[in-house]
């Protein structure tokens, strides 16, 4: 029995003698070591997927902001079937992901277009004036922040 715990005592300081001579790496060794032991997750069959980002990472907050509210309002305009003027909107919010001062402009323009769009019913007509004003306000936010319109004096 003392020869066991003998044989326990060295095999633990010779581990701990390598430990220590591995010096820092030894954190990155043993991040290394539970990572492979951890299989990464499977999803399940019965899980529903998660939803995706609308906006690709590493824009700005207002930007996103600003394709957020295209978005909602893009397939609302869908879903009420006015195509062209979805379609121009969807345009617009993909130049501002490659060029943003051009993007903000073609989504003024688009949103020119939507404020001369009158519908019958008005609770639609109240619904599309909240989209387009939120849009409005986030496309306005967003050209202060970038300094492209000029200074108003009160």
């Known amino acids: ?22 010096g820092p790496s030894t954190a990155r060794v ?7 032991r951890r299989p990464a997750g499977v999803p399940s069959v019965f899980q529903t997927a998660k939803p995706h980002e609308v906006v690709p990472p590493g824009l700005n907050p207002k930007t996103q902001r600003v ?3 295209a978005a909602r309002l893009t397939s609302w305009l869908r879903a009420h079937g ?13 130049r501002i992901t490659g060029n943003e001062a051009a993007g903000l402009y ?5 949103l020119r277009r939507v404020r001369s769009l009158s519908l019958d019913d008005r609770s639609a007509q109240e619904r599309l004036k909240v989209l387009t004003s939120e849009l409005r306000t986030a496309v306005q936010d967003r050209f ?11």
């Open 144 to 154: 202060e922040q970038l300094e492209l319109l000029p200074f108003r004096r009160p």
């Open 106 to 110: 073609a989504m003024q323009t688009a």
């Open 1 to 22: 029995m003392l020869e066991v715990l003998v044989g326990v005592v060295v095999g633990l300081l010779v581990v701990a003698g390598i430990l220590v001579m591995m």
């Open 30 to 36: 043993i991040r290394r070591v539970r990572a492979i």
């Open 67 to 69: 394709l957020v509210a």
């Open 82 to 94: 006015h195509d062209d003027l979805s379609r121009e909107l969807r345009s617009a919010a993909g």
